[in-house]
């Protein structure tokens, strides 16, 4: 018989005594990982955050002088929103981290998981979620990480569903995941992760996709792991 996972609602997130959620640009802990985070949060668990570039790049709010600096404070704000207790704050090159050495990225992580005493670890889905080469590399420094030091690695991801709507609407490179590939769903209040939203000026104006996304995936997030401990 062949052996199919399929995704299962559940009614919490994974029990965890601190959390630490790996992204590549100021945003990513509150579009994609705010509800989580949010979650955790209000089941005990410490949160942290480390970002690996100040998002300087960015194409949004690109007219404003020092951007790198003003997304460093929209992340500094949003953390306190979604009640996240550190953040470490990197000055990787923003788009340029597929040409940064794997083992030092994985050991900034090491660092502060050692630091905030992490027993999971939160990343983007494989793929990045939304194609970006940088999400991709940050999510496989992680994956490194929590292998190398025995600390599960909890993925954010998207069902198909959601981005098949997504890049046909918005012609975009969102990367999904089928409901087999899928580990669980759980509902979650968005109140916390809209008003850390809120906090990144630069990058919620004229940016509809993030509208579209959160209202396709309702009051459930998708969920996989890439890395567990085995008993």
């Given at each position: ?5 399929i995704?299962?609602e559940v009614?919490?997130l994974?029990?965890?005594?601190s959390v630490l959620?790996?992204c ?9 990982l705010g ?8 089941s005990?668990s410490?949160t ?8 300087e790049?960015?194409?949004l ?10 997304r460093?404070?929209e992340?500094?704000?949003?953390a306190a929103?979604l009640g996240v207790?550190?953040i470490?704050?990197?000055h990787?090159?923003d788009?340029?981290?597929g040409?940064e050495?794997?083992d ?5 992580i090491q660092?502060?998981v050692?630091?905030?005493q ?7 889905d494989e793929?990045?979620?939304t ?12 994956v490194?990480?929590?292998h190398?030091?025995g600390?599960?690695v909890?993925?954010w991801?998207?069902?198909?569903f959601?981005t098949?709507e997504l890049?046909?609407?918005f012609g975009?490179g969102f ?14 209040d968005?109140?916390?992760q809209?008003k ?5 000026v630069s990058?919620?104006?004229d940016?509809p996709?993030?509208g579209r996304?959160?209202q396709?995936q309702?009051?459930l997030?998708?969920f996989r792991?890439l ?5």
């Amino acid at each position: 018989m062949t052996d199919v996972r399929i995704a299962r609602e559940v009614t919490a997130l994974p029990e965890a005594r601190s959390v630490l959620a790996v992204c590549a640009h100021p945003d990513d802990e509150s579009f994609g990982l705010g509800a989580a985070l949010a979650a955790f949060v209000a089941s005990g668990s410490s949160t942290s955050v480390l970002c690996f570039t100040h998002g300087e790049a960015s194409t949004l709010g690109a007219d404003a002088p020092e951007l790198g600096r003003v997304r460093a404070a929209e992340l500094a704000d949003a953390a306190a929103e979604l009640g996240v207790m550190e953040i470490e704050l990197l000055h990787y090159p923003d788009g340029g981290l597929g040409s940064e050495p794997l083992d030092l990225m994985t050991r900034h992580i090491q660092k502060v998981v050692e630091h905030v005493q992490a027993d999971l670890l939160l990343v983007f889905d494989e793929g990045g979620i939304t194609g970006h080469f940088d999400h991709h590399r940050a999510t496989e420094a992680g994956v490194t990480a929590g292998h190398e030091l025995g600390v599960p690695v909890l993925a954010w991801a998207l069902p198909e569903f959601v981005t098949d709507e997504l890049n046909r609407e918005f012609g975009a490179g969102f990367v999904g995941r089928s409901t087999e590939e899928l580990d669980f769903l759980v509902p979650v209040d968005r109140e916390r992760q809209h008003k850390a939203i809120a906090r990144h000026v630069s990058q919620v104006t004229d940016n509809p996709v993030l509208g579209r996304r959160l209202q396709l995936q309702g009051d459930l997030e998708a969920f996989r792991w890439l890395s567990v401990l085995l008993p």
